[in-house]
């Protein structure tokens, strides 16, 4: 008797695995994610991962220098997975991911076939800032997404006349806010393509101002909050824009911003760019040419980092890609586009992702003669910024403990750490094991004050013995931090043990504010 084998269900895998591919992005996605996992385990925590973890381990709806949402989220996978970096950056892995599977969608929603879908969605994956981005949790992690999710639903509500896409954009950009406050100046840029395009009908509808109560009232509490405590991030914003912040001329920006995009991806943003300015399949959409060269200019004039306009450029690249493969024909061409886009950033990956040994990358860097190039005022050391903030938390909570357990029961049951930042207070918060409690002036940790502490047993990281006499009655040294990779501001710093503060942390506290 003939035996019939059950071929049916292979076949339904086989399709159904056939659809997946199919789906807009999913290969570089898929691609993006496997990297990310691969990565994540590398080196060590980022000073603003420890920072965040102990802001969210003190919840409330505001803090000095970021919304609430980002804590919140990194105390709870910190809690769920106390020593596991993956963990932690999961959802910085997964705001990459949705940024190139989104951009592909919009690409296809612009009458893009597979070619335009997995262009756009490749010049995300490789594009250097959104892969550091995906490297470790920071208040940028999903800011992309949001961006580029109110430019799409921009588009469908423009092409389609579905209202119920301001729904969405009131949604996404009241959460968005809760995360960082940067999607405001996107959303005043589409304000401004909008009234000053023909899409400024779309104005007579109830939908906008419906998606801007939704948005408001989503992020309501935290504008209370920093009501409340006198605008604090206004004075953190001020100070960056007058000292921190390196001030670029405009063909400075342009260049800083087409080297963190990867500078072969650029013909697709600018293809993008034209083509919403000027192309006639794109003529009801001119609005996001509009936006983003206000977003550009107002960026530029405010001294912000070039980095904070990232988010407008996945719609730049969805109809770049689109407008390439309408106007490049031939395949050689097209494929030769794609190989060398992905070859470059295969080769600039190591600079946004900690995929090499510390002492490969930097003979990889020597081999290329690449520097790093800073953002801020300060000097930077043999690592650049995003890897050298990884670096010598677990020591320098380690140094500090073996100085507290020196100290009797007595001065134990008194004795604080007194860090001049909040990386170098986050580190003792979250890795110590046997320290002191930390205190810090620095951006929130001023707001939690000296937690009861007067000041007669301190440990300290910094400064001149001669200066610190003129607080404490007695300053010693206990030992030198000195990771050799990390920033040179946090090297060849001295630990020293004070007593007997002349006038208590209390009494004083208000001088120790540093809002930067």
């Not at 190139?100 to 929603?109: S, Y």
């Not at 262009?119 to 490297?135: E, H, I, N, R, S």
């Not at 006198?230 to 080297?259: C, H, T, Y």
């Not at 920033?487 to 020293?496: A, C, D, G, S, V």
Request: proline share 6%; glycine share 8%; net charge neutral.
């Amino acid at each position: 008797m003939a035996v019939t084998l059950p071929v049916t269900l292979p076949d339904r895998a086989w399709q159904r695995a056939g659809a997946a591919v199919q789906i807009p992005g999913v290969m570089p996605a898929a691609l993006a994610f496997g990297i990310h996992l691969y990565a994540a385990g590398s080196y060590g925590i980022f000073r603003d991962e420890l920072y965040f973890i102990v802001c969210g381990e003190h919840p409330d709806w505001g803090y000095v220098d970021q919304p609430p949402l980002i804590p919140l989220l990194a105390a709870t996978t910190h809690l769920l997975a106390p020593d596991s970096l993956r963990t932690l950056r999961l959802v910085p892995i997964l705001g990459h991911v949705a940024t190139i599977m989104l951009t592909a969608a919009t690409a296809r929603t612009l009458g893009g076939s597979r070619f335009a879908q997995s262009l756009a969605g490749t010049c995300v994956l490789v594009g250097g800032v959104y892969l550091a981005l995906g490297t470790i949790l920071t208040t940028d992690a999903l800011q992309s997404f949001a961006w580029l999710l109110c430019a799409y639903a921009l588009i469908r509500l423009i092409r389609d006349g579905e209202q119920r896409w301001w729904w969405a954009i009131g949604t996404v950009a009241g959460v968005a806010l809760l995360t960082k406050y940067t999607l405001a100046f996107w959303l005043i840029a589409l304000a401004i393509g909008v009234v000053a395009t023909p899409t400024r009908r779309i104005l007579l509808h109830r939908g906008p101002w419906l998606a801007a109560c939704i948005a408001l009232a989503i992020v309501l509490p935290n504008v209370l909050w920093q009501a409340m405590h006198d605008w604090p991030f206004l004075v953190i914003g001020r100070v960056a824009v007058q000292s921190k912040n390196l001030p670029l001329s405009p063909l400075q920006f342009l260049l800083a911003e087409m080297q963190y995009l990867n500078v072969a991806t650029a013909p697709i943003w600018v293809a993008g760019l034209i083509a919403f300015g000027v192309w006639h399949r794109f003529a009801d959409l001119r609005l996001f040419a509009v936006a983003f060269l206000a977003l550009f200019g107002a960026l530029i004039a405010m001294h912000a980092k070039p980095y904070y306009a990232v988010g407008a450029y996945p719609v730049l690249f969805a109809g770049g890609a689109v407008a390439i493969e309408t106007w490049l024909t031939w395949r050689p061409m097209r494929y030769g586009l794609v190989a060398v886009i992905a070859l470059s950033g295969a080769v600039a990956a190591p600079f946004a992702l900690p995929i090499l040994p510390v002492a490969t990358f930097i003979a990889y860097r020597d081999l290329l003669h690449q520097s790093s190039q800073p953002i801020e005022r300060g000097q930077l050391g043999e690592l650049p910024q995003l890897y050298a903030d990884m670096f010598g938390w677990r020591e320098l909570a380690g140094q500090v403990g073996a100085i507290f357990r020196t100290l009797s029961p007595e001065d134990r049951a008194k004795a604080v750490f007194l860090a001049g930042n909040y990386g170098e207070a986050a580190a003792i918060d979250v890795l110590g094991d046997g320290t002191p409690p930390a205190i810090s002036g620095h951006n929130n940790y001023f707001l939690w004050g000296p937690r009861g502490h007067g000041g007669s047993v301190v440990i300290r990281l910094g400064g001149e013995r001669d200066a610190l006499l003129r607080a404490y009655s007695s300053v010693e040294p206990a030992d030198v931090f000195d990771h050799p990779l990390a920033m040179p501001y946090e090297r060849h710093q001295t630990l020293w043990l004070c007593r007997g503060r002349r006038v208590s942390f209390d009494q004083d506290w208000a001088s120790f504010r540093n809002y930067r």
